[in-house]
């Protein structure tokens, strides 16, 4: 049975730093591309970040490219995302998602990922 757990969310200020972290078990995050999403109230969900597990590289929101770093501990099997200079826009649930056979192209669709966490709260006072 997948199960991916989240953690690490909470209440920070604007310009603040915090680390999500996704426990994964059930899978090898080695064999998976794996990505993170959030959704804010009234918002559908919005891609954050992937790394895909065939090619090696990153790919980024164009609203959290140069501030959000996605990053798999294979020995840990766990994926982080490490969340610098957040900003009011940044509050939301924030899902780790996995996926088995997602091409590079795809990296950054709902639909392509076959599991999903619960998702951590993150909330950004300004």
């Known amino acids: 049975q997948v199960q991916l757990v989240e953690s690490g969310g909470g209440l920070v200020q604007a310009g603040d730093s915090l680390r999500l972290s996704c426990a994964a078990s059930?899978?090898?995050?080695?064999?998976?591309?794996m990505a993170w999403f959030r959704q804010a109230p009234g918002k559908e969900r919005e891609f954050v970040a992937a790394?895909?597990?065939?090619?090696?590289?990153?790919v980024y929101g164009n609203s959290v490219k140069g501030r959000f770093t996605i990053s798999r501990d294979i020995a840990k099997n766990t994926v982080t995302l490490q969340m610098n200079n957040v900003n009011y826009d940044d509050t939301a649930v924030y899902y780790c998602?996995?996926?088995?056979?997602?091409?590079?192209?795809?990296?950054?669709?709902?639909?392509?990922?076959?599991?999903w966490g619960q998702g951590t709260q993150v909330t950004v006072s300004s």
């Open positions: 790394d895909s597990q065939r090619t090696g590289s990153t």
């Open positions: 998602a996995a996926s088995a056979g997602v091409i590079q192209s795809q990296l950054r669709s709902r639909s392509a990922y076959n599991y």
């Open positions: 059930g899978l090898s995050v080695r064999r998976y591309a």
